[in-house]
């Protein structure tokens, strides 16, 4: 979900055993590690990933959505909320308001990635930090992923919370390789691991995703967990609209 990566990107901006057996006279019993457990190919957890969130086909009717919601920023203690606005194939608006700093707001049209804010000012989006934007507006990202991210290896299992989920480093081009951790018995994508690029420079994000609701018969998590160096992003939406009729003009970066 795009909109996680946003509101990251904008409060980025605000902050800178051994076991040990008895002795004995006889010859140990040595046996051979066992193998570890073949994995399944990217293809089969991409695709097992895509029928989990509704199938391509529910996905692909969906060309527009609306959501809003609630931060919370710790350990600060700063509470906010959040409106977003998305269009196929590759548009998005997000206004990030913080309570004593103002309204944080990026948009992108298609072409141009842009940004408003109280501290910055009104100023685009250039580098790796469009090349980013373009990634993560992809309005059809998740039935995408092998399309976005051309070398997807599968690196192992790991914990999520007490849940195992396959590992996947996906890269794409351009930019540094992010991590999918995608739910081994549910298929979702419950954590994915990124390099975020700001104005201020590059910082490491783990982003936990959960309570996975369906809406038009595609699921989508309405709670969203960011950590980071030095500060957590708990994000709570409590609306998600689809197939909604706006103005694109919301997308087109504003007269300075």
């Known amino acids: 979900m795009k909109l996680k990566l946003t509101i990251f990107l904008i409060v980025a901006g605000l902050l800178a055993v051994n076991v040990f057996g008895q002795k004995t006279d006889a010859k140990p019993d ?24 509704g199938g391509r086909a ?4 969906i060309q527009s959505r609306y959501m809003k919601g609630t931060v919370t920023l710790s350990p600060m203690g700063v509470n906010g909320t959040v409106e977003a606005y998305a269009a196929a194939p590759d548009k998005s608006y997000q206004k990030l308001t913080l309570a004593g700093l103002g309204e944080f707001i990026e948009g992108f049209d298609g072409t141009t990635a842009w940004s408003v804010n109280p501290l910055q000012g009104n100023r685009d989006k250039t580098g790796d930090e469009l090349t980013q934007t373009k990634l993560t507006a992809n309005f059809y990202r998740e039935i995408n992923l092998d399309k976005l991210y051309p070398k997807m290896e599968v690196k192992g299992v790991e914990k999520v919370g007490d849940r195992d989920a396959y590992v996947v480093v996906a890269t794409p081009a351009g930019l540094d390789p992010q991590t999918f951790y995608f739910d081994k018995e549910s298929g979702l994508l419950v954590r994915e691991d990124a390099t975020m690029i700001s104005p ?3 910082m490491a994000v783990k982003t936990f995703s959960d309570d996975f609701r369906a809406v038009d018969g ?17 994000t709570t939406l409590t609306e998600i609209k689809n197939k909604v009729k706006f103005d694109n003009a919301i997308f087109t970066k504003p007269k300075e």
């Open 58 to 61: 529910a996905i692909e009717e």
């Open 200 to 202: 201020q420079g590059k």
């Open 218 to 234: 595609v699921k989508m998590p309405f709670k969203i967990r960011a950590v980071m160096p030095q500060f957590e992003i708990q």
């Open 30 to 53: 040595v046996k051979a590690p066992a193998p570890p457990p073949a994995l399944p190919a990217v293809k089969d957890i991409i695709d097992k990933y895509v029928q989990a969130i």
